[in-house]
């Protein structure tokens, strides 16, 4: 049984399954119009060279979020 | 003959545009959509005997009230009530891209799916059913590959069968949001409907789903439509999401979102099959994007890259620049030959073909960096730029897209502050985007390229290369230190969200870079043609006038007539002549700013060049051209600027580092101003000219010493 867990703590290449949102407004808004919404799966591809922002792959597209708002994501490791 | 009227949405990166010029070609033409400042396309074709307007909509995921391109999309949807809209869906991500077609079905029109990009989705293994997805979601279902116009002919013709056979009627799309929203939603659509609130334009549901998003734009048209309606709507959305609050921690916005992706997943569900993926299959951008962002090798492609623009634009450019500059000598000698002397050859070789001729001169150059420029913007890789140095451009307050507005105004050296203050309308937060365009400004646009290239390869002619790479370098960090100072005095405020795609490496088409490059280095000419060509007459007036006085003139005639040498009378004509233009409007104004500019190493000959470079800094080279040339003795002796510059006693190397600092940051050109107060207000803009010039100038003064002191 694996712990939930911030998605500002994943490592590169570890898989992950989107848990919970808590982000409101504007930001909320603006993650679930690009597709991160609870039950998705995502794997981190890569940090920027100053480790912000991250580049998250999706089932079929990339993503990159800076570590403040990926505070607001919790995720579940999935076990591969 | 039919008239048809039709928008192509679409999110961004999803080839959009590319279809828009496959179905259009030339016969497009650009504007602003009215009040906003978002970049409007629409082109006419003929199909038949059906005339069609097509509108292309800014590239957006969704269709909320958030961003300016979102409210336009929108607007545009609900007040002029197209026939059909065609939605541009990136077919290789039809999970997300279908998000923005939903939301259009809700709102009922007509409209079409082009699935684009059908080469990556084929050749990634994915199989499409999109007959499956036509009978699910009620579309006409197109596949199309609009880099090689693959499905547009068909596309089209499908587009004006669903404007035909639906004849503007509104069939909106009814998803239901769950045992929690759909109860009150009912409710609210009962009172929108007995009082027909805003129906006539939007369907009653789709206002109350607005209510329950709290979308303020909605809201606010309601509240002037029938205030105590939609004071009850706005209470009845309150009272809902303070209960699912309590109940699910999740507001209504985030339980729609989750509902429709709920119904996406349904529709697509046997519509996409993938292949059986083998563990460690990437797809080829992933495996570019493992070495370009890499930690350390991506920033040192990123700088190479940059570099080898430079290059490629300064070693190929040269050699068309060297024939424009060919034909407007010939231009101007034969001017000189043809016209007797006076004022009328005076105005037309000094005045307007040197004025012109230096703009256009520089033609070739903008081409080729528009060309690559555009090229890396369509690959994808201005991206990648914006997520590596997003980190940055957070510690001096803005945010990793500034990079795009501070790349066109110049920051790849060549572009111009007009379109890049423009792009500024990427950024969401107001405060972000006012402190980058006050700096975009900094940037080596393409009209101070001639200034910095003049001053370097008469001063510094070994590396010329390396300087402009400085040059353009040191215009970054003033930009950022500028743009932290001000976010931490002016404009304070937290930062706004970075969530941003990364769209696959793709190769640029021709097409699309060949346009893009033609629209820009079009409105460079252009610029040149018209402002150019008038600001170079009147500089050209202003030094020329007012002459001297006759005495003046006859006095200097007794002194030669007396003297008894070659020599003496060249003496004789160099004074006449400095003395001429320094009775002069501009020499005037440059004489009596000399005691101030000194500080910084310039003459009265430079500070009339900068004082032109105020209307547009095209004319910096040129006037100072004309102010030197003026004083010129001898016509056949006639040397480039830059060696006389070089040969200037009171124009040292210090100088020419000092000009090269205050161009840099010195007030925006007159148009990038206007487009400025546009963007901003007149306020802002009134305070980027006097702020920006007072830095420039300190900056020079402190340069100029330091420089003095060690050289």
């Known amino acids: 049984m694996t712990k939930d867990m911030c998605l500002r703590k994943a490592k590169v290449n570890q898989k992950l399954k989107i848990k919970t949102i808590s982000a409101e407004g504007e930001l909320g808004r603006r993650i679930r119009d690009l597709g991160l919404i609870p039950g998705t799966e995502l794997h981190v591809i890569g940090k920027a060279p100053l480790r912000d922002p991250v580049a998250l792959r999706l089932k079929d597209f990339t993503l990159t979020l800076r570590n403040s708002e990926a505070d607001h994501i919790t995720v579940t490791p999935l076990e591969d | 003959m039919p008239r048809y009227i039709i928008g192509i949405a679409g999110n961004p990166n999803c080839g959009k545009t590319t279809m828009f010029n496959a179905l259009t070609g030339a016969r497009q033409h650009v504007a602003n959509w009215p009040g906003v400042t978002v970049e409007k396309k629409v082109g006419h074709i003929h199909s038949g005997d059906d005339s069609i ?20 999309a929108r607007n545009f949807l609900v007040d002029e009530r197209p026939e059909a809209v065609i939605d541009i869906m990136n077919a290789d991500a039809l999970e997300r891209n279908l998000y923005l077609a939903v939301q259009i079905m809700e709102l009922g029109v007509p409209l079409v799916l082009g699935l684009n990009m ?23 279902v197109v596949e199309t590959v609009a880099r090689n116009g693959e499905g547009a002919k068909e596309l089209l013709q499908t587009t004006i069968e669903t404007a035909e056979s639906k004849k503007g009627e509104w069939k909106p799309l009814n998803i239901s949001y769950g045992p929690d929203l759909d109860p009150v939603l009912k409710q609210m659509q009962e009172l929108i409907e007995s009082e027909s609130f805003m129906t006539d334009k939007v369907p009653s549901r789709w206002t109350g789903i607005k209510y329950l998003e709290r979308d303020e734009d909605v809201v606010i048209k309601g509240r002037m439509t029938n205030t105590a309606l939609s004071d009850k709507l706005e209470a009845m959305a309150a009272e809902v999401s303070a209960h699912t609050e309590k109940t699910l921690k999740a507001k209504p916005d985030a339980i729609i979102a989750d509902y429709r992706y709920g119904y996406i997943a349904s529709l697509i569900k046997d519509v996409v099959s993938y292949p059986i993926l083998d563990a460690d299959r990437i797809s080829r951008s992933d495996q570019m994007d493992k070495v370009l962002t890499h930690r350390i090798v991506g920033p040192l492609i990123m700088l190479a890259i940059v570099y080898l623009i430079y290059q490629v634009t300064f070693t190929v450019g040269e050699i068309p620049m060297g024939w424009l500059e060919a034909l407007f000598g010939w231009l101007g000698d034969t001017a000189t030959n043809l016209l007797p002397e006076g004022l009328l050859q005076s105005l037309i070789v000094s005045g307007i073909i040197d004025g012109v001729g230096g703009v256009l001169g520089f033609v070739p150059l903008i081409m080729f960096m528009f060309l690559m420029i555009s090229a890396l913007e369509d690959s ?26 501070f790349i066109v105004s110049g920051g790849i050296a060549g572009g111009c502050a007009v379109p890049g203050v423009m792009a500024t309308r990427t950024l969401r937060s107001p405060k972000e985007k006012l402190a980058t365009l006050f700096v975009a400004p900094y940037m080596t646009c393409g009209a101070k390229v001639p200034v910095f290239l003049m001053l370097t390869s008469a001063f510094f002619p070994e590396n010329e290369a390396a300087i402009m790479l400085t040059i353009t370098l040191g215009a970054w960090a003033m ?11 002016v404009i304070k405020g937290a930062s706004t969200p970075f969530v941003m795609e990364l769209p696959p490496y793709r190769m640029p088409t021709l097409q699309g870079v060949l346009i893009h490059t033609w629209e820009r280095t079009w409105e460079y000419a252009k610029k040149a043609g018209t402002v150019i060509l008038g600001i170079s007459i009147l500089i ?7 002459q001297l006085p006759a005495e003046k003139i006859a006095q200097f005639e007794t002194q030669r007539a007396a003297a008894q040498s070659e020599e003496q009378i060249a003496e004789i004509d160099n004074i006449e002549a400095e003395e001429a233009i320094r009775h002069t409007v501009a020499g005037r104004i440059g004489t009596a700013l000399e005691p101030l500019s000194e500080l910084a190493g310039f003459n009265w000959r430079v500070n009339i060049a900068l004082t032109g470079g105020f209307a547009a800094k095209e004319v910096i080279v040129s006037t100072l051209g004309t102010a030197y040339s003026l004083g010129e003795i001898d016509a056949e002796e ?39 107060a546009r963007e901003s207000s007149w306020k802002w803009a009134a305070f980027s000219v006097v702020g920006s010039t007072g830095l420039a100038f300190g900056m020079a003064v402190i340069a100029f010493n330091m420089a003095k002191a060690f050289m």
Do not use: N
């Open chain 2, 53 to 72: 307007e097509l509108v292309d909509l800014p590239g957006t995921y969704s269709l909320t009230a958030y961003t300016q391109e979102e409210l336009v």
């Open chain 2, 118 to 140: 059908m080469d990556e989705v084929r050749s990634s293994g994915k199989q499409i059913d999109s007959a499956l997805l036509e009978e699910l979601s009620g579309c006409a």
């Open chain 2, 479 to 489: 930009a950022l230190i500028v743009a932290r100072i001000l976010r931490s005095t």
């Open chain 2, 380 to 405: 994808g890789y201005i991206a990648r730029m914006a997520y590596m140095l997003d980190r940055i451009f957070k510690v001096f307050g803005l945010h990793g897209t500034s990079v795009l507005p």
């Open chain 2, 638 to 676: 006639s040397q480039p600027l830059a060696e006389q510059l070089v040969q200037d006693p009171d124009f040292s190397m210090a100088s020419a580092i000092a000009l090269i600092v205050f161009t840099m940051l010195y007030a925006p050109c007159f148009v990038t101003v206007v487009t400025m």
């Open chain 2, 540 to 546: 050209w007036a202003m030094m020329t006038f007012p």
